[in-house]
């Protein structure tokens, strides 16, 4: 039986030989031109009937499923991370993608509309409360659609700089701006014959809303500064964790722009809403971060409101993983790990609440040390990993004054 390695966001795909070595080397079956490649990063050797993937003592190491490993069997449908690279370990020459599923019976009839829609190069605008999933469910459209070959670009809309924002969807020429030393690209070229997935696209300022909305009619883009348009071929799926009719009606979104990103629709749900799916969701986590919670720690966490959704159950497990790494949590360290407001919350005299205590503080920072030492100072794969955006995580090493390359390379 054959076996083959795909590239998960490209077009490669390469038969995996007896004794196949991925890196930077010339001389390897697979070269590669990731910067954070060693030359000889991996090798995957048949034995028997079984595949072994081995480091060879890279740099920054191998990753399987998100764990680091030194030797490992592989299976098939593995994930396996060098760098800024990701590949599939696959028995079929193309890789189906993993389906998502819900054990809660309404949410699954919303998932299963996702593999009808990604048949289609219709807009669809994904709403729900922030850190239900909604990238994921984005993530999946596009892995399942034809265009699954080609870029995958993200934009955090509600993240960008007020400035600079038409520069970062649009892209600027030289000189366009004080900064602007070169050409660059914006998203929607980076994601040609792709998908761009426009995340809080309700935070898009209003004049910069025309501006998308003639990008999506035409099908083209003038960058900052440039005199000429640009044809684009991109699928656009936006989300938003607000209301957008009430902003078209208050006046703070294009009517026009919402019906034409709003032409099919999809609803996330809370975490609450679907605890069906809790433990499936808790053990993937747990899997990647190597903790382990008990019977009746998990029924607590159960309990808990989860206002943070999957975004907050992750960072719950990376404390977890940071304080009780190999250990099993118990029911009475659960409440040490939740970051959630005293139950007689309530605005202080100056209208704003109650700073949440200093343990959360505590072991936030001990949750990044570990992943920043876990994943080489990779601040990409950090910020995944804890479910943040990158942008706050820099904000969070800032704060907790964090030297990167005292921690890692000393």
């Known amino acids: 039986m054959k076996v083959y390695l795909k590239e ?7 038969e995996v030989t007896n004794h196949f070595v991925l890196g930077k080397a010339s001389s390897a079956n697979w070269p590669i031109s990731d910067t954070e490649a060693s030359d000889r990063h991996f090798r995957i050797e048949k034995r028997g009937e079984k595949y072994f993937l081995k480091d060879l003592q890279s ?65 669809i605008l994904i709403t729900g409360p922030s850190g239900s999933g909604k990238e994921v469910v984005a993530n999946t459209i596009h892995d399942s659609s034809e265009r699954s070959a080609k870029p995958f670009i993200a934009v955090n809309c509600s993240a960008l700089n007020a400035n600079l924002i038409e ?16 050409d660059r690209k914006g998203a929607f070229e980076a994601a040609n014959n792709g998908t761009l997935f426009l995340d809080e696209i309700g935070d898009l300022p209003l004049e910069l809303q025309a501006k998308l909305l003639r990008a999506l009619e035409n099908s083209e883009i003038r960058p900052v500064g440039s005199d000429s348009t640009k044809k684009i071929n991109v699928r656009v799926i936006s989300a938003t964790h607000s209301t957008l009719k009430k902003k078209v009606i208050e006046g703070q979104f294009r009517e026009d722009l919402y019906f034409r990103l709003n032409v099919l629709n999809i609803k996330t749900l809370p975490l609450k809403k679907r605890l069906e799916d809790f433990e499936e969701i808790l053990y993937s986590f747990c899997k990647q971060m190597r903790v382990s919670f008990s019977f009746k720690a998990i029924k ?9 959704n999957i975004r907050e159950l992750k960072n719950v497990v990376a404390r977890a993983s940071a304080v009780y790494r190999g250990l099993i949590v118990s029911e009475d360290q659960v409440d040490d790990l939740l970051d959630s407001l005293p139950s007689n919350f309530a605005n202080t005299e100056s209208g704003k609440p109650n700073l949440l205590g200093y343990k959360i503080k505590d072991l936030e920072k001990e949750a990044i040390t570990q992943s920043l030492l876990e994943n080489h100072g990779h601040q990409v794969r950090v910020a995944d990993a804890l479910g943040m955006p990158k942008s706050t995580l820099c904000d969070r090493i800032k704060k907790y004054r964090i030297n990167i390359k005292e921690l890692v390379y000393n």
């Open 8 to 14: 998960k966001k490209g077009q490669n795909i390469m």
């Open 300 to 308: 607590k966490l159960k309990t808990h409101d989860w206002q943070g």
């Open 59 to 123: 740099e920054r190491g191998t990753f399987l499923n998100g764990a680091s490993i030194i030797e490992a069997v592989l299976n098939d449908g593995d994930e396996i991370i060098v760098g800024n690279s990701c590949f599939i370990f696959t028995s079929t020459l193309f890789a189906q993608t993993k389906k998502l599923k819900s054990k809660n019976t309404y949410y699954q009839k919303t998932l299963d509309k996702l593999y009808d829609y990604a048949k289609t190069d219709y807009p």
């Open 167 to 182: 520069s970062e969807l649009f892209g600027h020429t030289k000189g366009s701006f004080t900064g602007a030393t070169q």
